[in-house]
């Protein structure tokens, strides 16, 4: 802490240390610390000629703190702080920078384009969604579905899923499901597709 002589005038300028930042999607918290006590203020930018300054909050402390808001989510700022004592002594950071994180993704795929072909056992069904996601199907001969493919984790737009073991000539119900990195769920409508005839053994 600065030592002022009895009498003598303040001239010397608050120490800053322990410049901190916390960030989320479109704010920053900025925090440090003075060795007397002094105002708090930000210049911030997403350059290093900043270009936006903070309301200055005029109460004199050693613990600052201040929020930046209103940020462009994904994105580096750069920022320095300023704490001036009561005797208008100025201290001035150098330049730092932080980065905002990235929007919340609460959207769920698109699902589209879905189709089934099949064999007198199988039947294959493939879809396209909009982001990449993962692929099952749950079906049986009615709804609700009595059964579900594994799940097929790999994040993709493209989705192919084989459904084994199923009767010939039976008609079979199906929906498919597809979620995001997000976890962000989309499940289609009902479709229905049927099986085909066991082929028939020509005669010996």
């Known amino acids: 802490m600065n030592i002022i002589p009895s009498g003598a005038p303040d001239v010397t300028p608050p120490v800053i240390s322990a410049i901190a930042s916390s960030t989320a999607t479109s704010t920053a918290t900025i925090t440090w610390t003075t060795d007397e006590a002094s105002n708090s203020q930000v210049n911030y930018g997403t350059t290093s000629a900043y270009g936006t300054t903070t309301t200055l909050d005029s109460t004199l402390t050693t613990s600052h703190s201040v929020n930046l808001t209103g940020l462009a989510t994904s994105t580096l700022y750069h ?48 879809w396209t969604t909009d982001e ?9 001969t009615t709804t ?5 493919t594994t799940l097929n984790s790999t994040l993709t737009t493209s989705h192919s899923v084989t459904i084994t073991t199923l009767s010939p000539s039976t008609t079979y119900h199906f929906r498919v499901r597809s979620k995001d990195a997000s976890s962000n769920l989309s499940v289609s409508g009902d479709q229905t597709t049927g099986t085909t005839a066991t082929p028939t053994q020509p005669l010996r």
Do not use: C, E, M, W
């Not at 950071?93 to 698109?110: G, M, W, Y």
């Open 79 to 126: 920022f320095r702080v300023r704490s001036a004592d009561a005797s208008s002594n100025l201290a001035t950071s150098t330049d730092k920078t932080l980065t905002t994180t990235a929007a919340l993704d609460t959207t769920a795929p698109v699902i589209s384009a879905i189709a089934a072909t099949s064999t007198a056992s199988t039947i294959t069904v493939t």
């Open 144 to 148: 609700p579905y009595s059964s579900t």
């Open 132 to 140: 990449n996601s993962d692929s099952q199907v749950n079906y049986g």
